[in-house]
């Protein structure tokens, strides 16, 4: 028999108080938000040209003719 004490296991160390994040000023934050909503809305506004349907779609009628081989 190994009549030894049992061993203790060592506690953990305890892990550090999480830090608070850096608050930015409020009109920082402000500023940033209407730079990149402004942005925004120019990039939008710049790609309203490339509709080329309506709300009705092609009215014309597809090119249905079968493509030929030539020499086939």
């Known amino acids: 028999m190994a009549g030894g004490s049992p061993s203790v296991p060592t506690a953990a160390p305890t892990p550090e108080p999480a ?25 939008g506004a710049s790609r309203g040209g490339t509709l080329l349907t309506g709300g009705q779609g092609l009215t014309a009628a597809a090119d249905l003719a079968r493509k030929t081989l030539l020499g086939a």
């Open 19 to 43: 830090k608070e994040p850096v608050k930015q000023a409020d009109t920082q934050v402000q500023q940033a938000s209407d730079s990149l909503r402004r942005q925004a809305a120019l990039a």
